[in-house]
Structures are given as C-alpha cells and as structure tokens.
C-alpha cells in the first residue's frame, strides 16, 4: 500500500495535501483497493461549500457504491474534471492524477485533527 509521507489522512480514507492557502483531497491507497475497480466519480461543483464530515461526492465501483466525506470545510475552487472520462485513475493513481478537488479551507486547523501516515497506517492495519 502506498502511504505518501506529506500528505495527511483522515479516517474515512480520504488524504489531504497542503498546497499553501489550498487544500488538495483525494482517496487513498487503501480506501481504492478495498472498493475495487472504480467505474464512475460523482464530485461537486466549482463554488460549492463542503462540511467537515460531511458527503461531498460519491465513488462507484463494480461492487459498490461509497460516499466520500469532507475531511475539511471549504470552499471548492478546483475540481479534477478528468475523472469523469477516466474514473480509473483512482485505482491507477491516487495521489497523483486522481486528486479530487482542491480547496479553500474555511479553518486549515482542521488539517491538525487528521492523521500522519503513520497513524492512518495503524487504523488501516486495524480494519
């Protein structure tokens, strides 16, 4: 499983890169594996305001279909439109090409609650 050390997971597998006064999101490693071959990604629009835990989009996959919950609030301001065409890059590329949606965060201390690679390690382990 890679479990890139820069970035910061929350504990719905989503991960979270801090790009300055923007916020990056993507699912992790793990989280695409356990759901299998991605078939379709439904995210938000650019403007659209996301809450803390809160759904803000949903990836399918063959064998099912699972929410994906906001590990920060914001506001949208980037959305990864290239996952409509190509869904697959999730499972090919997760902390690359498959990012998600880049954010303004409406309160980055929030990013300090998620884990560091280490800690989102030992939950999957857990699982």
Do not use: C
């Not at 890169?17 to 793990?30: A, S």
């Not at 989009?57 to 290239?82: H, I, Q, R």
């Amino acid at each position: 499983m890679s479990l890139p050390k820069d970035l910061r997971y929350s504990e719905e597998h989503e991960w979270v890169k801090d790009e300055g006064d923007k916020l990056r999101i993507g699912i992790t490693d793990f989280a695409q594996s356990e759901l299998g071959d991605i078939v379709f990604v439904e995210l938000p629009e650019e403007g659209d305001e996301i809450e803390l835990d809160e759904p803000f989009g949903s990836v399918e996959s063959v064998k099912t279909v699972s929410e994906l919950y906001a590990p920060v609030s914001g506001k949208v301001v980037e959305v990864n439109e290239e996952l409509e065409d190509s869904p697959e890059f999730v499972n090919e590329s997760p902390y690359e090409k498959a990012w998600m949606i880049v954010v303004e965060p409406t309160d980055k201390s929030q990013v300090d609650d998620l884990m560091d690679a280490d800690a989102y390690q030992e939950m999957t382990e857990d699982e």
